[in-house]
C-alpha cells in the first residue's frame, strides 16, 4: 500500500511563500512520476505540477516561474515551492503518485492521492 502525506500549508499573506512536502511510502517511489494538484471551493481539482521519476518537469501554464515542483528520490518526497502566492491560489493542495514515469497533466495518470494540505492567501 502507498501513502502519500503532505504538510507545509497554512496561512500566508499576499506575496509571500510556501514549500508543500509530500512524503511518499513504498519503494516504488523513485520510477514513478509525482503530481500535483489543487482544489478551491466550488471549482474541479486542477493540475498544477509533475516531475518525472527523472526530474523532468511540467506545470500549469500560468503558474509557470511562480511555482517550482521536485523531489528527492533519497528521502521519498516531493516538493512544491510556491512563491508569489496570490489570494487566487488559496486551495487544498493534494500531491499524487503517478501510474507510470511521465510527469502527466490528467488527473487519470495518477493512482495514489493524499489527503491534502490546505493553502490560504489572504490579501
Known amino acids: 500500500q502507498v501513502q502519500l502525506v503532505e504538510s507545509g500549508g497554512g496561512l500566508v499573506q499576499a506575496g509571500g511563500s510556501l514549500r508543500l512536502s509530500c512524503a511518499a511510502s513504498?519503494?516504488?517511489?523513485?520510477?514513478?512520476?509525482m503530481g500535483w494538484f489543487r482544489q478551491a471551493p466550488g471549482k474541479e481539482r486542477e493540475f498544477v505540477a509533475a516531475i518525472s521519476w527523472s526530474g523532468s518537469s511540467t506545470y500549469q501554464d500560468s503558474l509557470k516561474g511562480r511555482f517550482t515542483i521536485s523531489r528527492d528520490n533519497a528521502k521519498n518526497t516531493a516538493y512544491l515551492q510556491m512563491n508569489s502566492l496570490k489570494p487566487e491560489d488559496t486551495a487544498v493542495y493534494y500531491c499524487?503518485?503517478?501510474?507510470?514515469?511521465?510527469?502527466?497533466?490528467?488527473?487519470?495518470?495518477?493512482?495514489?492521492w493524499g489527503q491534502g494540505t490546505q493553502v490560504t492567501v489572504s490579501e
Open positions: 513504498g519503494r516504488t517511489f523513485n520510477i514513478r512520476a
Open positions: 499524487a503518485r503517478g501510474t507510470g514515469l511521465r510527469a502527466g497533466t490528467d488527473r487519470t495518470e495518477y493512482d495514489y
